[in-house]
């Protein structure tokens, strides 16, 4: 672990050497976000609900799911852009070093300029939360908490799943775009207002539901089913089959030549 800090401390200077560059990079991530929020205030200013659900209730959905993703895209980066390191024969030199490639590939990839959307994210929860009506009891926070440990662990597990696959194309695939970003976007609301075709394959494909949908239903006070809280922890169990499938492909991995 206190390599693993040293080498983040190592990206982040790096990163630092262009403040200009970084700065600018930073804010555009938030002003991307940013975007989508306005594109909901504005039509809660003209629809007071949507299938129920206020906009306090809204931003708390949409703040947890945007705030798991963004922590994913710095920290996991290095999955998400696998198919680079394939192609530029990068991964040849990682798997010849005496360490444990998991690790290397996450440290080869760290981007602090999610920050920007990381703190859109903060500032929609700082906001929902007292305007929210809830009553952020001992459990209702564990909740929360869940919540984003689970959707940080889904997401990570979607980006090793593509990594996993580029072992067989070499070029990364944009339709898993639609399970990456697409739940990002799928999850600005819950997920049941798309109807109970998209809630149930969020839920048992890629189990999103299971921490963006089922334990708000018990945050927002609509389910008093303590059960749950814990539905989110589903999600390490949805990456044991995703690492299973990258440590497939790394066996079957044969070298570009790059």
């Known amino acids: 672990m206190k390599l693993y800090f040293k080498y983040v401390g190592i990206l982040l200077k790096s990163q630092m050497q262009y403040k200009a560059s970084f700065i600018m990079t930073t804010l555009g991530q938030f002003l991307v976000s940013f975007t989508t929020f306005l594109g909901v205030y504005f039509m809660f200013s003209r629809f007071h609900s949507i299938n129920g659900f206020a906009f306090s209730e809204i931003l708390i959905c949409f703040s947890i799911i945007l705030m798991a993703f963004s922590i994913t895209e710095?920290?996991?980066?290095?999955?998400?852009?696998?198919?680079?390191?394939?192609?530029?024969?990068?991964?040849?030199?990682?798997?010849?070093?005496?360490?444990?490639?998991?690790?290397?590939?996450?440290?080869?990839?760290?981007?602090?300029?999610?920050?920007?959307?990381?703190?859109?994210?903060?500032?929609?929860?700082?906001?929902?939360?007292?305007?929210?009506?809830?009553?952020?009891?001992?459990?209702?926070?564990?909740?929360?908490?869940?919540?984003?440990?689970?959707?940080?662990?889904?997401?990570?597990?979607?980006?090793?799943?593509?990594?996993?696959?580029?072992?067989?194309?070499?070029?990364?695939?944009?339709?898993?775009?639609?399970?990456?970003?697409?739940?990002?976007?799928?999850?600005?609301?819950?997920?049941?207002?798309?109807?109970?075709?998209?809630?149930?394959?969020?839920?048992?494909?890629?189990?999103?539901?299971?921490?963006?949908?089922?334990?708000?239903?018990?945050?927002?006070?609509?389910?008093?089913?303590?059960g749950l809280i814990f539905l989110p922890l589903i999600g390490f169990v949805f990456m044991i089959p995703c690492y299973c499938f990258f440590k497939f492909g790394l066996r079957k991995y044969k070298s570009t030549g790059s």
Request: charged share 15%.
């Open 74 to 226: 710095c920290f996991v980066r290095g999955f998400d852009m696998f198919p680079r390191l394939i192609q530029s024969g990068n991964l040849d030199r990682i798997l010849v070093r005496p360490r444990n490639e998991i690790f290397q590939v996450l440290t080869s990839n760290i981007d602090f300029s999610r920050i920007g959307r990381l703190l859109q994210s903060i500032l929609m929860l700082a906001y929902a939360v007292p305007t929210s009506g809830i009553v952020w009891t001992f459990d209702k926070v564990i909740t929360v908490i869940l919540m984003l440990v689970g959707g940080i662990t889904v997401f990570a597990s979607l980006f090793v799943l593509y990594a996993g696959i580029s072992f067989f194309t070499i070029e990364g695939l944009e339709f898993m775009n639609i399970f990456t970003d697409g739940s990002r976007e799928f999850g600005k609301y819950p997920l049941s207002i798309y109807g109970e075709g998209v809630l149930k394959f969020f839920t048992y494909v890629i189990p999103i539901a299971l921490f963006q949908y089922y334990p708000f239903l018990y945050l927002i006070g609509r389910s008093n089913n303590i």
